[in-house]
């Protein structure tokens, strides 16, 4: 087996087995329908990448990028800070959510007294 081959085997199986996880953890209620169906996308849209890397090449020709790898950190960096917002944005919904829950605490223990 040439190299390229034992690569497209073991990122198939990576892929796969994080596809399993993720609907694992979408039955255990542990993330939402929204979520479930972004993450499997992406998963499956990697398992194709891997299958038929040339493909990136071709995608990355119509964007207007030189190659399919700079297409894909591109894409990576732009995924990256997408969370990172996303997640910012939910710790800021958190402490707005934690911060009117201990107010609420305190109201009500100072009317106990």
Do not use: C
């Not at 493909?55 to 207007?64: C, E, H, P, Q, R």
């Amino acid at each position: 087996m040439n190299n390229t081959i034992i690569l497209q085997v073991l990122g198939i199986i990576v892929v796969s087995l994080i596809m399993i996880l993720v609907f694992r953890m979408y039955f255990k209620r542990k993330i939402i329908l929204a979520d479930f169906i972004v993450w499997e996308f992406f998963w499956a849209l990697v398992g194709i990448l891997v299958l038929a890397p040339a493909l990136m090449t071709d995608i990355a020709k119509v964007v207007g990028v030189g190659r399919g790898v700079d297409a894909i950190i591109y894409f990576a960096l732009f995924l990256l800070f997408y969370l990172i917002f996303k997640l910012s944005v939910r710790v800021e919904k958190l402490d707005q959510d934690i911060t009117k829950v201990v107010k609420e605490i305190a109201l009500k223990e100072k009317k106990r007294k």
